[in-house]
Nanobody, 128 residues
Framework: VQLQASGGGLVQAGGCLRLSCAAS?????????????MGWFRQAPGKEREFVAG????????YYADSVKGRFTISRDNAKNTIYLQMNSLKPEDTAVYYC?????????????????WGQGTLVTVSS
């Protein structure tokens, strides 16, 4: 299983970015991507990794950390084996490496140990 996150970069406070995470590999061919719950996590410098957003297999259920609620939107395109994180009204405190993760279960989850597969991360830097 491979999760490839992309879309990070440098943006000014108040700006927006859209992260993508593409899934590939033999596991997804036999146990299709649409069977996996997916999530985004982030790790800021000197801090522990934290949950950002999660989405169910169908996209019908989502869950957000309080710190991003109303500003970030998680979505998925099962035909493309890809999830997205639309980030609006970015703040300097959103600066972090963002990771996508997959779990072989249909529902939404916010705990790291509920996820089996992790991407390599993409850096988001928000300047003030």
């Amino acid at each position: 299983v491979q999760l490839q996150a992309s879309g990070g970069g440098l943006v000014q406070a108040g700006g927006c970015l859209r992260l993508s995470c593409a899934a590939s590999g033999r596991t997804f061919s036999s146990y299709t991507f649409s069977s996996y719950g997916m999530g985004w996590f982030r790790q800021a410098p000197g801090k522990e990794r934290e949950f950002v957003a999660g989405i169910s297999w169908s996209g019908g259920s989502t869950y957000y950390a309080d710190s991003v609620k109303g500003r970030f939107t998680i979505s998925r395109d099962n035909a493309k084996n890809t999830i997205y994180l639309q980030m609006n009204s970015l703040k300097p405190e959103d600066t972090a490496v963002y990771y996508c993760a997959a779990r072989p279960a249909a529902g939404v989850a916010r705990l790291q140990d509920q996820y089996d597969y992790w991407g390599q991360g993409t850096l988001v830097t928000v300047s003030s």
